[in-house]
């Protein structure tokens, strides 16, 4: 039975499309290769992939539709690969659910490790669901861990995507406690944030949505000026 994770890297630059191929096989990845978003959508109902790369720069189809129709398909983690400086695709791409970018040129190596640590966090959720783990009740809300599901107050399912379903329980776990984006940057994608780096406002932003949290005047996930973010509510076990 094959193991390795699969790897669907979707990029119209051919050499860097080829070359990440190659290498991630040699880390012991399992990959498939696709040039745009038309040939992903081919290659799509194929396999059961474990992870996209997605350059979010394509012709014809953006990488950002392509997000945007792969959301609708699967919560499959997404990293995404951004020219640099285009923070405000980055920005569109992590509203959209992406777990994580990378900003080209990049080091394979360090896209490796974000890769690793996105699929980390996919599998951890997973075995969770074998592991007995207590319902988490706020504001009228339930998160299920063991079938990460979250149930609005009337008992709807709302979907959380892998980046959504994290943030979420690292405040859960520390109601009450103001969280700094360096924290929260740290706790989720493990790294620190770049001087204008908006991931963690955006996934925030993101997950206000979900929650039905007035942006302008959240009662749930409140900003702290200066500081950061907390959970505003509390929280029960059972």
Do not use: C
């Not at 929260?184 to 996934?203: E, K, S, T, W, Y």
């Amino acid at each position: 039975m094959e193991t390795k994770p699969h790897i669907l890297v979707i990029d119209d630059d051919r050499d860097i499309r080829e070359l990440l191929g190659k290498f991630l096989e040699k880390q012991g990845l399992r990959v498939t290769l696709a040039r745009d978003a038309r040939d992903a959508r081919k290659l799509w109902p194929l396999a059961r992939y474990n992870l996209v790369v997605l350059d979010l720069m394509m012709p014809g189809e953006s990488g950002l539709d392509l997000a945007r129709w792969l959301r609708q398909q699967s919560s499959i983690p997404i990293v995404m690969l951004t020219a640099m400086g285009e923070e405000t695709d980055r920005i569109v791409g992590l509203e959209l659910g992406a777990d994580d970018y990378m900003a080209k040129p990049f080091n394979p190596r360090e896209l490796l490790a974000r890769i690793r640590a996105v699929l980390r966090r996919a599998q951890g959720a997973e075995a969770q669901e074998a592991v007995p783990d207590q319902i988490l009740r706020f504001a009228g809300w339930v998160l299920e861990p063991t079938r990460r599901r979250l149930l609005n107050p009337d008992g709807a399912e709302v979907p959380l995507t892998g980046g959504e379903y994290e943030l979420l329980t690292t405040l859960l776990d520390r109601p009450n406690r103001v969280m700094t984006r360096d924290m929260l940057m740290d706790i989720i994608h493990n790294r620190q944030p770049g001087p204008f780096d908006r991931a963690i406002d955006v996934a925030i932003s993101r997950l206000r949505r979900k929650l039905e949290d007035d942006g302008r005047n959240p009662s749930v996930i409140k900003t702290v000026r200066g500081g950061g973010y907390v959970l505003s509510a509390t929280v029960e076990r059972g």
